[in-house]
């Protein structure tokens, strides 16, 4: 069973366009995050949700919108894409706020605008 | 803010070589330190943490021990395997909001 979950794996489309990436974890865990990584292997966490309720949002442009439906589930909707958003993006999740959580991660979702 | 710095790669080694990826960090408090690994097409893995000073952790036949005075968490590993190739990320985490701040990544590659 796969823990962590994203659907699609890859994403192509054209600037200016709305899309949607979609998380879905069956691990239990109350914490979910999204991460980016650059082109240059560079990870940087863009929001994180606990039971449903935003708890990081990293100065990302307000074009992002995560949205968490239920604690199993993260998704990201991403309006007016730019060439810039082209990376890789991660999910991952966690069993609550301790650092010395493990975060699981999902396979992530290649993002191409062209 | 907290960061991380991770030595520069890539780095290119010989099966059965003796691996060093350097890592220090720069922060408030006392945070959790993890070292994560990431295969060709693959999300991150955990492969190690400590979560207090002068812990030590290991897997997998690789270790690296918290020492907060010289903040750093280096990793190692005794005798490499082709199969250790890889991105390894050195991160830290605080609570409340837990949130990993990733080092640059190093890319690893072991020659057969």
């Known amino acids: 069973d796969t823990a962590v979950s994203q659907t699609p794996k890859y994403l192509v489309t054209q600037m200016g366009n709305d899309k949607s990436i979609k998380c879905e974890q069956n691990?239990?865990?109350?914490?979910m995050y999204w991460y980016k990584q650059d082109s240059k292997k560079f990870l940087k966490i863009m929001f994180s949700?606990?039971?449903?309720?935003?708890?990081i949002n990293e100065t990302v442009p307000n074009r992002f919108s995560p949205k968490s439906p239920d604690k199993a589930h993260l998704n990201l909707h991403i309006n007016s894409l730019e060439l810039g958003d082209s990376a890789v993006y991660f999910c991952?999740?966690?069993?609550?706020?301790?650092?010395?959580?493990?975060?699981?991660f999902g396979p992530g979702t290649r993002l191409t605008v062209l | 803010g907290d960061s991380v710095t991770q030595m520069e790669g890539p780095v290119t080694l010989s099966e059965e070589a003796f691996l060093t990826i350097n890592c220090t960090y720069t922060?408030?408090?006392?945070?959790?330190l993890f070292w994560y690994v990431q295969y060709p097409g693959e999300g991150l893995q955990l492969l190690l943490k400590?979560?207090?000073?002068?812990d030590k952790g290991s897997n997998k036949g690789f270790e690296a021990t918290y020492r907060k005075e010289t903040t750093s968490f280096h990793l190692e590993k005794g005798s490499v395997q082709v199969s250790d190739s890889a991105v390894y990320f050195c991160?830290?985490?605080?609570?409340?909001?837990?949130?990993?701040?990733f080092g640059q990544g190093t890319r690893l590659t072991i020659n057969p």
């Open positions: 991952a999740s966690s069993p609550g706020e301790n650092s010395y959580n493990e975060q699981f």
């Open positions: 691990l239990g865990h109350d914490t």
């Open positions: 949700y606990n039971n449903k309720e935003l708890i």
């Open positions: 922060a408030t408090g006392y945070p959790s």
């Open positions: 400590a979560t207090k000073a002068d």
């Open positions: 991160a830290l985490s605080h609570a409340l909001p837990q949130k990993l701040v």
